[in-house]
């Protein structure tokens, strides 16, 4: 009889894989500025809390910023508050609510199951794509993650090893705070439908479940709910109760109807097909998505066992799903809240498939093709081979040697993936993921970020701004972009952000009559004005695929009025 390889976490190598998880984690911390399309836009909003001491309503720039609640903003304003280095600041969150993840999803596993799932549930979180690229971004959706798996252990520990309700209270506390970090923190609390079909189905049982008529402790988790929500909504709502600013009751009206309920329902943007999220688990969540043939059919025996463990983690997850697929609007990091849920469902079953040699084939492709692939695509663009990687540095207005540096952390990548691959063979095969998992990790934050940094930024393209128009210059913003301000060397002067560019001129333009010498509009080609002299404005180049110009003060055309633009329609920020 052939003896199957043995697939068990030795204690010295899951200290080894541990290490390696947290250094890929921390790798590229203050190596790198904000980069589009979120990132700036939150730091900008928590600088400005910094600078002006206002962080009950974000400000983009002149205009209230009211398409996200400001927590994740506080925490950033907070981070820099105690840190004094935006660059190390505005990822903090985000690290830390990555490692409070693993932490909880872990403890989750161990508590369902035992340590070795607990183990299984991490490390299965970790190597999935979409964990690792919103724990190295400057984005809300890490630390909602993180609030909303919070939410659902105290929920998940109070319902199945309960009761326990100091726990469900700190799970419905958490999941009012995640709403009013992004609207969906409520999520959590959906896991109660699935308890209370389990309720309904075992009626007529003898008792197994947790007491019912806990009417005064379900209203105190209310409260809890209620309480999280309020950090932030009573006392912006108490602000703008006691202003006479339309501006404030606007922004009320827009982050609490709009943002929410009208964002849900009818969406103006992200708009895909209700199948859209099938292609981002066979994506995003490689290479946990790869072992769902296998997954699904066990997952399938134990609901009709009547596992309430399964039933409460994959049913949350399902209507979790049905959700998100329900709205017009779609984005790849909507579902990600589930993802945790899934790896402690997962937990349990990976030990015995980890040792099917079909299992262990599908993994060893995974990170074969992954190595083969990015080594391919470095050498090709190193050796001219193929024009994919300079077309790619002519869009973003990348330099040769910028290019050629990219392209060698991709090789480097490439190689020593092979080489793990290669020592591990069918017998390490798990732990032949985790490491080129964290070797990707490692080698976007020390080297593919860190390469790219000056051209997506913004900051090239500000510092030739800056060099243009010289120290003593005053600077406006026409058809900005958040990196731009964010990049400014000085105090920009914009004219609104969602103004139309007609609007945005109409104040810009007087503007530049009042100084012509020292002041200039920094503008998106796509928005100059027909009362600007084209032939002195001045182009100052290409960042993030869009081509921008510098107009003097004495390019304005005095008396002139702006039209409507034709192209606004497409441009509108």
Not at 148 to 169: E, K, M, V
Not at 563 to 570: L, S
Request: glycine share 8%; proline share 6%.
């Amino acid at each position: 009889m052939t003896r199957l390889p043995r697939m068990s976490l030795s204690s010295s190598r899951l200290a080894l894989l541990i290490v390696l998880i947290a250094v890929s984690l921390l790798a590229g911390l203050g190596m790198r500025d904000p980069s589009p399309p979120d990132e700036p836009r939150f730091v900008l909003a928590a600088r400005d809390m910094v600078e002006s001491g206002q962080w009950l309503f974000p400000h983009r720039g002149s205009e209230f910023y009211a398409e996200k609640p400001p927590v994740f903003m506080w925490m950033q304003a907070a981070a820099y508050e105690a840190i004094g280095n935006w660059r190390v600041a505005f990822l903090l969150p985000s690290l830390l609510a990555a490692l409070l993840t693993l932490w909880l999803t872990y403890d989750l596993a161990a508590r369902l199951w035992n340590r070795r799932a607990g183990q299984y549930a991490a490390l299965a979180l970790f190597v999935c794509l979409q964990f690792g690229l919103q724990a190295k971004r400057g984005q809300i959706d890490m630390v909602l993650v993180a609030m909303t798996t919070l939410s659902l252990y105290g929920l998940l520990r109070h319902l199945l090893r309960g009761p326990h309700w100091p726990l469900a209270w700190l799970g419905f506390f958490a999941a009012g705070l995640g709403t009013v970090t992004k609207g969906v923190g409520f999520l959590p609390v959906l896991v109660l439908l699935p308890w209370a079909v389990l309720l309904w189905r075992d009626r007529k049982a003898p008792r197994t479940t947790l007491p019912t008529r806990d009417g005064w402790r379900w209203l105190v988790g209310a409260l809890c709910f209620v309480a999280g929500t309020g950090v932030w909504v009573v006392p912006m709502l108490w602000a703008v109760y006691n202003s006479s600013d339309p501006a404030f009751h606007a922004y009320a009206a827009e982050i609490l109807l709009k943002q929410t309920g009208k964002r849900y329902a009818g969406a103006w943007h992200h708009v895909q097909p209700f199948w859209y999220f099938a292609q981002v688990i066979v994506t995003l969540w490689l290479p946990g998505a790869l072992l769902l043939p296998w997954l699904v059919p066990a997952w399938w025996r134990r609901l009709r066992r009547g596992d309430r463990r399964f039933w409460l983690l994959l049913g949350w997850s399902a209507l979790v799903l049905l959700f998100f697929s329900a709205s017009p609007g779609k984005r790849e990091v909507y579902i990600f809240p589930m993802l945790p849920a899934l790896c402690v469902a997962a937990a349990p079953l990976l030990q015995a498939l980890m040792r099917r040699v079909a299992v262990q084939r599908t993994l060893l492709g995974y990170v074969g093709v992954l190595a083969l692939v990015m080594s391919a695509l470095a050498l090709s663009g190193l050796l001219g081979a193929n024009e994919w990687a300079h077309r790619l540095a002519a869009q973003r207005d990348i330099d040769t040697a910028t290019l050629r540096t990219f392209l060698f952390w991709l090789l480097a990548f490439g190689l020593t993936s092979m080489a793990v691959i290669l020592w591990a063979g069918r017998r390490r095969v798990g732990t032949a993921v985790v490491v080129v998992t964290a070797l990707l990790w490692m080698t976007y934050g020390f080297g593919l970020a860190p390469t790219l940094d000056a051209d997506s930024s913004a900051r090239k393209l500000m510092q030739r701004v800056s060099q243009r128009i010289g120290p003593q210059a005053q600077l406006g913003m026409v058809a900005w972009r958040e990196q731009n301000a964010l990049q400014s060397d000085r105090p920009t002067v914009d004219f609104g952000f969602k103004h139309s560019w007609q609007d945005q001129w109409a104040a810009a333009g007087p503007w530049l009559l009042e100084d012509p010498s020292r002041r200039w509009v920094f503008v998106l080609d796509k928005a100059l004005s027909p009362c600007v002299n084209r032939a002195r404005a001045i182009d100052i180049g290409q960042s993030n695929r869009n081509r921008w110009l510098l107009v003097p003060g004495n390019a304005w055309k005095p008396g002139c009025t702006t039209p409507a633009f034709k192209a606004e329609d497409d441009e509108t920020p």
